[in-house]
């Protein structure tokens, strides 16, 4: 008993099968597009219509009137002023995570410090709300993260 081709058996349209096989392998034999011929496009329609230099300041003018764009760089002012912000020796043991939906994170080097700043969130709170740099930022509370002591390990000796 000789048996019929699967698309025959399976009642299969050829053409379908072929197409299903060989799509995943027919960006390979696309012709490449011409690069000379967009720079030869390009190079006639310098300095036409729609094609003129915008002036450098409006375009950051643009940019900068962005309300995420403000946020960000109040932020940016922040990681620059923080040290005028909560002083030397808090500065060098901690630094400004990020600012989630009005919580501040405030990644800390030790435990002690995770401790002392929890403390004097309030207080850094405070210097937050009247600092220049941050008027634009909606702070609302501080989360300090870090610091966590090693956990225990038992080691073979």
Do not use: C
């Not at 696309?30 to 036409?48: I, L």
């Amino acid at each position: 008993m000789t048996r019929k081709p699967i698309p025959e058996e399976f009642r299969l349209n050829t053409d379908a099968l072929a197409a299903r096989l060989f799509e995943p392998y027919a960006h390979q034999f696309v012709q490449k597009r011409s690069f000379d011929e967009e720079n030869r496009k390009a190079a006639e329609s310098f300095g036409q219509k729609g094609r003129d230099w915008t002036d450098f300041g409006s375009v950051l003018a643009s940019l900068t009137q962005n309300p995420l764009w403000k946020t960000r760089m109040a932020l940016a002012r922040l990681y620059d002023d923080w040290t005028s912000i909560v002083g030397d020796s808090i500065a060098r043991n901690s630094r400004v995570g990020r600012l989630r939906g009005g919580e501040l994170s405030i990644i800390v080097n030790s435990p002690a410090w995770a401790n002392t700043i929890s403390f004097m969130s309030e207080a850094i709170l405070e210097k937050l709300h009247t600092h220049p740099a941050t008027k634009d930022l909606d702070i609302r509370s501080i989360k300090v993260i870090g610091g966590q002591n090693e956990p225990y390990k038992r080691r073979r000796y």
